[in-house]
Every structure is written in C-alpha cells, then in structure tokens.
C-alpha cells in the first residue's frame, strides 16, 4: 500500500487543519492508548505540542487511559505524571460523566479505536459524553478510526430497550458495521440528545477495510485484543464470557481459544466438524489460564481457526457452539452470574431470548432467522448516518 492509499485517521485530519477553530478553547480528551498518530505518537502529546490547542483534561473509559486495567476493573481519577492534567475516569462506580467537569470545558475530543461491536463499551462512554454534552451545550469533536471488522457486515440481535446497560447502550446490532463517529451521529439523534458534534471524517477509508488493510499499525485497544486475529473472533467470541466456559482470557490467544475442565473436546470438535460452520474450523487445544476464569486449573477446549473471514460468521458460530456444548454438557453448562443476580449472557446479548431457547431446549435456528430481519431493519435505518462510500 503506497502512502497516497494508506487509511489517514481523524487526528491527522485534525492536526492539519481543522485544529484552528479550537485554539485558545478549554478542550477534553476522552482517549486510550490506542489515540495515536499514523507516526505512532499518543495524541495528548501531538495536541500538547500543536500550537494554539490547550488541553483541559483527559477522560478514559474501561481498561483506564493507558490500557493497563483488566476488562471489568473500576478505574480511579489522577493526575497524569508526564503533563500534569487531571485524568478522570468514566468507568468508575457511576460510569456518567461528571457533570461538574462541564463548567472546565469549552469542548470534548473523542479519539479512540472502537471495536466494532456493541458491548464494546468505549462507545457507552461516548454515549454517556453525548448526552451530558447535550444538557450543558458543549460541543464534541469525534476524531474518527476505521471500524476494524468493515464497515459491511452486520449480524446479530439488536439490543432490546429494555436490557439497555453498559454493554447494550443503545439498540444497535451486536456487529454494527459504523465507525465511531458515524455511531455519534445515530446515537445523537436517536437518543434526541441535541449535541453539537463534529465528525473529522478519516481520509482514504472504505467500508469494506479489514484494520489490516489500513496502513495503520495495530494498537492493542484493550489488553484482550493483541492481533486483528483477535478481533475477528472477538463479535462472536467475547460472548463466552456470559458462560462457566473460559474465554481464553489469561493466555496468549484471548477469544480464539475457549473451554472448561470439563469439556469433551474430542467429542465437541467432531460434533461442530458435522456443522459444516463457514469460514473456520476448530482444532483441540488444552491450557491453564493465568488468571480470570479456571486460573490455574488444565481446560480442554478448542481453537477457532478462521480460514475465510469473508464467510466466517462470528455470532452464529458462537450460537452453534453453545447450542452444541449444552447437548453435550447439559448439567455443566452454567450461565454467569453477575453480583447484582443478572445473567451476563442477556446483557450482552440485549435479550434473554437466547438463553431460554437454550435452556428450553430449542433449536436456535429460528432465533437466528428473526436476528437476521433485525440486523437488515438496522441496516437500513443505520444508512443517513453512514460518511464513508
């Protein structure tokens, strides 16, 4: 890929020149690590050293401003030891944003990789900025970054009203197929927030890009997610965690492997084998977490090896997956409980509607037809809020 092909990201666009009606402003900046330039230079510092911007504070979702917390971890407020600024953390035990932290600011920068799913929670924070933003008037500048799945596929249910949380914010298809800025834009006028937002559209971006065929370096978005390996996986994936099965957390191949210490998994591969599932196969694999879920204890499972992520489908493995392992494990499968007594599978998933087919014993296949007429209903209302070709 020559320069002139290479995806350039909305900070680029922004340092060059849309900077100029900011200077001399009080500006926020929600970000993480992965808030860099295409030269690999964090954000804060590029902005620090642009002349006129001046940096009020800095705002980090889950996983911290630095992406050193595990998933699920609350994460304190600080000041920042290389500038200075204050850090205040939207992920702490309320995960609003602070609403005194308006009075400090003429406007919020949102600069960060989204991971193209919606219990990916950096876009609840956004969410959560956009309506306080609304309430106060403070505009929002959204630096936007490729969707690292595409921007094509969508799958998945769309999140119930009525199992809104964390991680179903707003009632969008599991896989989205938007980028960051483009979702500012749904969220912002569905919710009726009223907030002035700015998109700094990215350049040389297409909706059929996979990250990995950006130009861009990978940065890891949180501290689960080392490859864009991983983020194929991760739409369907990442579900395991509503489940007694390990995710794969706590090794060196998160949401690519998965399984329990009493998982058959000769007998599971040979039973996915017969599904016929596109895209992707499965080897047998055993491991010992290091931490989270089975630490320290052998799990037999299964690596998913995705041979065509063109025809892979990420959710509906998982369903198949599920549906299979409840046949073969009925009194060992268990769905996670969460301390305030919820099940973890139904926020995830937006519906409850899964986990009692499951348990009922039904096959899932209606419940995957009824998924796809949602995902296509999105599809469409999703398209006025789209910038990219």
Request: aromatic share 10%; glycine share 10%; hydrophobic share 40%.
């Amino acid at each position: 890929m020559g320069a002139s092909d290479k995806v350039h990201p909305g900070i680029t666009v922004f340092l060059e020149t849309e900077h100029r009606r900011w200077q001399g402003k009080r500006l926020g900046l929600f970000t993480n690590q992965t808030g860099v330039t295409e030269d690999l230079e964090p954000n804060v510092s590029a902005l620090l050293s642009c002349p006129g911007l001046r940096l009020a504070a800095l705002y980090g979702g889950e996983h911290g401003v630095r992406g050193d917390q595990q998933a699920g971890i609350a994460v304190t407020s600080y000041t920042d030891p290389e500038t200075g600024l204050p850090v205040y953390s939207l992920y702490a035990g309320s995960k609003g944003f602070p609403p005194d932290n308006l009075e400090i600011l003429d406007a919020i920068i949102i600069d960060i990789q989204d991971g193209g799913v919606r219990f990916y929670t950096y876009i609840s924070a956004m969410w959560y900025i956009l309506m306080a933003a609304g309430k106060s008037h403070t505009p929002v500048i959204v630096l936007d970054r490729p969707n690292p799945v595409n921007g094509i596929t969508i799958e998945g249910n769309v999140a119930r009203p009525e199992f809104q949380s964390y991680v179903a914010i707003h009632p969008i298809a599991l896989r989205h197929g938007m980028t960051i800025g483009e979702l500012a834009l749904l969220f912002n006028e569905e919710s009726k927030f009223g907030t002035d937002i700015s998109v700094v559209q990215m350049r040389n971006w297409t909706r059929t890009m996979w990250y990995d065929e950006t130009g861009l370096d990978w940065v890891l978005p949180s501290p689960n997610l080392p490859a864009v390996e991983s983020m194929v996986v991760y739409p369907g994936m990442c579900l395991f965690e509503g489940t007694n099965l390990s995710e794969g957390r706590g090794t060196t191949r998160p949401f690519e492997i998965f399984g329990a210490p009493w998982l058959n998994a000769g007998e599971l591969r040979r039973r996915l084998a017969k599904e016929d599932l596109p895209g992707v196969g499965f080897s047998e694999i055993h491991f010992a977490p290091t931490f989270s879920k089975y630490a320290g204890e052998v799990c037999n499972g299964l690596q998913i090896h995705v041979r065509d992520r063109s025809r892979f489908i990420p959710t509906l493995t998982f369903l198949r997956i599920i549906e299979t392992v409840k046949r073969l494990h009925p009194a060992e499968l268990n769905w996670r409980i969460r301390q305030d007594g919820s099940k973890a599978m139904d926020r995830l998933m937006g519906t409850d509607e899964f986990r009692l087919a499951i348990d009922g014993g039904k096959s899932i296949d209606e419940i995957v037809w009824s998924w796809e007429s949602e995902a296509l209903r999105f599809k469409q209302a999703r398209e006025k809020f789209l910038l990219y070709d």
